[in-house]
């Protein structure tokens, strides 16, 4: 069910400006009995085309699972900025040895002990369909101001008042 009152936005910019600082992804699959299954993921970047972008192993549950069930949901959380996002779409593994080459960093090394041209490493593409962010001040005076607005009016703080939240939806 969704929040009718939460705004719309097709916006991917948006959404990737708000993980951009945020280097791991809880990446949720459904595993062979269709059990939710999450693992962290560094993201390594936004492509042009609307997508996130990961390294993996080829012999990871991932790769099998997002075969089997291609749906995913990306969770991003910054709690030192009040950032939180959340991302589905649907996931793909294959393998591109250049694009693996030019996504390599040395510190991925621990994973694929082989380096960039490490025969193991897959792209892991998630397609985004849709997201939503909660980005709400991490100031001391913007907490204040909601406790203070709440006592005062005996009603919750809005959502506007002091958060910024809003849905991504790719046309």
């Known amino acids: 069910m969704s929040d009718s009152k939460t705004p719309v936005t097709h916006d991917l910019n948006k959404l990737f400006d708000k993980i951009k600082d945020?280097?791991?992804?809880?990446?949720?699959?459904?595993?062979e009995q269709q059990n939710?299954?999450?693992?962290?993921?560094?993201?390594?970047r936004p492509e042009a085309d609307g997508s996130l972008l990961f390294l993996t192993d080829a012999d990871s549950a991932k790769v099998y699972e997002v075969n089997k069930d291609s749906k995913v949901n990306l969770s991003y959380t910054n709690p030192e900025t009040n950032v939180y996002v959340s991302v589905s779409g649907t996931a793909n593994a294959y393998r591109d040895a250049a694009k693996a080459a030019e996504l390599y960093t040395e510190p991925l090394r621990a994973w694929f002990p082989k380096g960039k041209d490490d025969p193991s490493i897959?792209?892991?593409?998630?397609t985004v369909e849709?997201?939503?962010y909660w980005d709400s001040p991490?100031?001391?005076l913007s907490r204040a101001y909601g406790y203070?607005?709440?006592v005062a009016t005996g009603?919750?703080?809005?959502d506007d008042d002091v958060n910024e939240h809003a849905q991504v939806v790719v046309k």
């Open 130 to 132: 849709r997201g939503e």
């Open 138 to 140: 991490s100031s001391l």
């Open 122 to 126: 897959m792209i892991l593409k998630v």
């Open 22 to 31: 945020v280097r791991i992804a809880m990446l949720t699959t459904f595993d």
């Open 148 to 150: 203070v607005r709440a």
């Open 155 to 158: 009603e919750a703080s809005k």
């Open 36 to 44: 939710l299954h999450s693992r962290p993921m560094a993201t390594i």
